[in-house]
């Protein structure tokens, strides 16, 4: 085994020097000139959060070639992006079977899987800063190829899916010292125009639900020129309630129909929450274990026609350390999914990181109903760890987060 230091600095360079195609074979490469490592393989996670897609596997003659799908639910896989730590088994031929998460500021891309002659915490420590490495080439790379967004398609995608799924953010989850948002959609099978919505300022956080009535391509273009008012709204530096005027202005121009939605603008130095309700079902606040739905006033969705001049009101919110604050779309809770208890699954997931509360979330809709489901069902989380957390640090290693890397036989998470 080459005694080197695998630094991060030497990957990325390493990586930049190739093709965007083939990047992270170089990764899988430098593992197995390292630490004579075997099977190195990059797992993928799919669109819809279900299964894993083996997208390059560097010790194999069709090195970066290979789309072998794996189940996520109840797999160590599953268990690793989870806690965001390694997990450690026998190979069974003498070796260690190392898997890592490849994760970028809170959002899970996939796993880095290795078996390697030796796994020390030295070896280790450099695996997990091989993943980190990964997740930042796959980040940026994406831009210049479809093999990722290729790859990710475990089913058949739509037209109308196609669009929903590219006005969404690129990062379905963010980590910052005073939060953590992520954000989950299970598509219904005639696309029903959901979107979610987050972007970081210096001093301001801004989110965003839409539901553009309608269903398939026409949902989609209505949620398209939704957020794209939106989104040149807030660029230009409009406030909330401009922004949400802008909205409504578009669709009534175009004459493309109807939208509720929520926008949120949230403080970072004191976690106050500027709120404007068109016509969208009220989020639910979790504070102190208790679950209550927040009493927004309604304004007309964005789109209707007045006889007077639509007024976006704008309404305030305090958000205290450890609040966890959802906004939910109506297939959240619409005919089969409201056999779901939203706010009891919110209580028991509030351990959870908002990644993993927004999956099962999305999981138990989506298996209420039938995995068929009627409408668009949508959740976005927001956790608030306090104004300038300097005691919170989200640049963590995937493998520095605490105990040791689990090994067989340890109890999953919570």
Same mark, same amino acid.
């Given at each position: 085994?080459?005694?080197?230091?695998?630094?991060?600095?030497?990957?990325?360079?390493?990586?930049?020097?190739?093709?965007?195609?083939?990047?992270?074979?170089?990764?899988?490469?430098?593992?197995?000139?390292?630490?004579?490592?075997?099977?190195?393989?990059?797992?993928?996670?799919?669109?819809?959060?279900?299964?894993?897609?083996?997208?390059?596997?560097?010790?194999? %003659?069709?090195?970066?070639?290979?789309?072998?799908?794996?189940?996520?639910?109840?797999?160590?896989?599953?268990?690793?992006?989870?806690?965001?730590?390694?997990?450690?088994?026998?190979?069974?031929?003498?070796?260690?079977?190392?898997?890592?998460?490849?994760?970028?500021?809170? #959002?899970?891309?996939?796993?880095?899987?290795?078996?390697?002659?030796?796994?020390?915490?030295?070896?280790?420590?450099?695996?997990? @800063?091989?993943?980190?490495?990964?997740?930042?080439?796959?980040?940026?790379?994406?831009?210049?190829?479809?093999?990722?967004?290729?790859?990710?398609?475990?089913?058949?995608?739509?037209?109308?899916?196609?669009?929903?799924?590219?006005?969404?953010?690129?990062?379905?989850?963010?980590?910052?010292?005073?939060?953590?948002?992520?954000?989950?959609?299970? %598509?219904?099978?005639?696309?029903?125009?959901?979107?979610? @919505?987050?972007?970081?300022?210096?001093?301001?956080?801004?989110?965003?639900?839409?539901?553009?009535?309608?269903?398939?391509?026409?949902?989609?273009?209505?949620?398209?020129?939704?957020?794209?008012?939106?989104?040149?709204?807030?660029?230009?530096?409009?406030?909330?309630?401009?922004?949400?005027?802008?909205?409504?202005?578009?669709?009534?121009?175009?004459?493309?129909?109807?939208?509720?939605?929520?926008?949120?603008?949230?403080?970072?130095?004191?976690?106050?929450?500027?709120?404007?309700?068109?016509?969208?079902?009220?989020?639910?606040?979790?504070? #102190?274990?208790?679950?209550? +739905?927040?009493?927004?006033? %309604?304004?007309?969705?964005?789109?209707?026609?007045?006889?007077?001049?639509?007024?976006?009101?704008?309404?305030?919110? +305090?958000?205290? %350390?450890?609040?966890?604050?959802?906004?939910?779309?109506?297939?959240?809770? +619409?005919?089969?999914?409201?056999?779901? @208890?939203?706010?009891?699954?919110?209580?028991?997931?509030?351990?959870?990181?908002?990644?993993?509360?927004?999956?099962?979330?999305?999981?138990?809709?989506?298996?209420?109903?039938?995995?068929?489901?009627?409408?668009?069902?949508?959740?976005?989380?927001?956790?608030?760890?306090?104004?300038?957390?300097?005691?919170?640090?989200?640049?963590?290693?995937?493998?520095?987060?605490?105990?040791?890397?689990?090994?067989?036989?340890?109890?999953?998470?919570?």
């Amino acid at each position: 085994m080459d005694g080197d230091v695998l630094g991060l600095g030497d990957v990325l360079a390493e990586a930049e020097e190739a093709s965007p195609v083939e990047s992270v074979d170089v990764v899988a490469r430098n593992l197995q000139k390292r630490f004579g490592a075997d099977h190195v393989s990059f797992l993928l996670v799919d669109l819809i959060g279900e299964e894993l897609v083996r997208l390059t596997t560097a010790d194999g %003659p069709e090195s970066g070639h290979d789309m072998e799908r794996v189940a996520l639910r109840g797999s160590v896989y599953e268990k690793v992006l989870r806690s965001q730590r390694p997990h450690v088994e026998p190979d069974g031929r003498g070796g260690k079977l190392v898997v890592a998460p490849v994760t970028n500021r809170g #959002d899970c891309v996939g796993v880095l899987e290795a078996t390697l002659p030796l796994a020390d915490d030295s070896v280790l420590r450099q695996v997990a @800063d091989a993943a980190h490495a990964l997740a930042y080439i796959i980040v940026t790379d994406r831009r210049f190829t479809d093999l990722y967004h290729r790859a990710r398609r475990t089913t058949t995608t739509s037209l109308a899916a196609e669009i929903q799924h590219h006005l969404l953010p690129s990062a379905a989850c963010c980590e910052g010292a005073e939060f953590s948002v992520a954000g989950g959609l299970v %598509p219904a099978d005639d696309i029903g125009g959901d979107t979610y @919505d987050y972007t970081l300022d210096r001093e301001v956080l801004h989110l965003s639900i839409t539901d553009a009535m309608g269903h398939d391509t026409e949902s989609a273009l209505l949620a398209t020129l939704l957020l794209g008012a939106l989104r040149g709204a807030r660029r230009a530096g409009y406030d909330i309630a401009a922004q949400a005027h802008s909205a409504h202005r578009a669709l009534l121009d175009h004459k493309r129909g109807l939208a509720t939605g929520q926008l949120l603008r949230v403080t970072l130095d004191d976690g106050r929450v500027e709120l404007i309700n068109a016509g969208h079902p009220r989020p639910l606040l979790l504070r #102190d274990g208790v679950v209550e +739905e927040l009493p927004l006033r %309604p304004n007309l969705p964005f789109g209707v026609a007045s006889p007077t001049p639509v007024v976006y009101q704008v309404q305030e919110l +305090e958000l205290l %350390p450890g609040d966890r604050l959802l906004l939910l779309t109506d297939g959240m809770q +619409e005919r089969a999914a409201a056999d779901v @208890d939203l706010p009891a699954l919110v209580r028991e997931t509030r351990h959870l990181h908002p990644r993993e509360a927004v999956r099962v979330l999305v999981t138990a809709v989506r298996d209420a109903c039938g995995g068929h489901l009627q409408d668009d069902a949508t959740v976005l989380c927001l956790d608030w760890h306090g104004a300038r957390n300097a005691d919170r640090h989200v640049a963590v290693r995937d493998g520095d987060r605490g105990p040791a890397p689990s090994q067989p036989g340890d109890a999953g998470p919570a």
